[in-house]
């Protein structure tokens, strides 16, 4: 198993050793760590856990690439691993997010929390590593700005069901590309990834940005103005229905009625009185979720 972790500030290699036994729960003979710049012959080519730190320029000190034999039973996980040598070094450490987006990362601290990060690599030839954001303070990074970070939700990976069974039968169909079924199809996932978001209370993410939900809201007035452009594929039509009608009624269970229409004024500003807008827009989660 691999782990490629990104460390805020050097350790000795004994002292990273000792805590990568402990992580992988083997013998301290058991592991080798080594820079990547050293002489491979004096590496344990054998060892259960093997490391190779690289020195890095920037905000941070260290770039920590960790293999595991498939000998080593029951490994830690990423983020476990990260937070395991945060707390036993003092460094803040940084791992890649699920999310496919170069810059998106958590970072786990010495106090024991994981929060999202937004980190920077250069072009230059000896990359210079910036931490730009971060969503929560920590104290080892003291002048990194503290802010929510809007480009990782729209990249969550919600699962989609209900919009993945109408794709699939889409894909029996042939259907010009430009038809409105494909459309019909963006906008029916787009629909279920707000109501499914809101259902999971925003996991992954705790929040939801105004502009995303805003679209999301505008996903099904896309569905509302397409649907009747379906009835040439009468099974296709008769599954969006069904699709359509069951994210509603979920929709409506986990939102409270709007009357003042506070919601779609401060989405939509004083434009929210120039439109008809479906009933969605009346409604609203409590708390909002930004």
């Avoid at 058991?30 to 020195?55: I, M, Q």
């Avoid at 940084?94 to 994981?114: I, M, V």
């Avoid at 109408?166 to 019909?184: N, W």
Wanted: one cysteine or more; charged letters at 25%.
């Amino acid at each position: 198993m691999m782990y490629n972790l990104l460390v805020t500030d050097a350790a000795e290699p004994s002292s990273l050793a000792a805590v990568l036994a402990t992580a992988f729960n083997v013998g301290r003979r058991d592991v080798d760590v080594a820079n990547s710049l050293g002489d491979p012959d004096l590496r344990n080519w054998e060892a259960a856990v093997s490391c190779e730190y690289s020195t890095l320029r920037g905000h941070l000190a260290w770039s920590l690439e960790i293999y595991a034999q498939k000998s080593v039973t029951d490994p830690p996980s990423e983020p476990a691993l990260a937070q395991q040598v945060a707390t036993a070094t003092g460094a803040v450490v940084f791992f890649p997010a699920e999310e496919d987006l170069p810059s998106a990362y958590w970072a786990a601290t010495p106090q024991g929390h994981l929060t999202r990060a937004r980190l920077y690599e250069s072009n230059d030839e000896e990359p210079v590593y910036v931490v730009d954001a971060i969503e929560s303070p920590v104290p080892q990074l003291p002048n990194v700005r503290v802010m929510r970070i809007p480009e990782v939700v729209r990249e969550l990976r919600i699962p989609t069901p209900i919009s993945d069974g109408f794709d699939e039968l889409l894909r029996a169909h042939p259907l010009p590309p430009e038809s409105a079924e494909y459309r019909v199809s963006d906008y029916l996932g787009a629909w279920e990834r707000l109501v499914s978001h809101m259902g999971s209370g925003w996991a992954g993410s705790g929040w939801c940005p105004p502009d995303l939900y805003q679209e999301r809201l505008e996903a099904r007035d896309g569905l509302e103005r397409l649907a009747p452009q379906l009835t040439d594929a009468e099974a296709l039509a008769g599954h969006l229905r069904d699709a359509v009608r069951q994210l509603d009624h979920t929709y409506v269970r986990l939102t409270a009625e709007d009357q003042r229409g506070e919601l779609a004024h401060l989405l939509l500003g004083t434009a929210a009185r120039q439109r008809q807008l479906g009933w969605w827009w009346h409604r609203r989660p409590e708390p909002l979720p930004w």
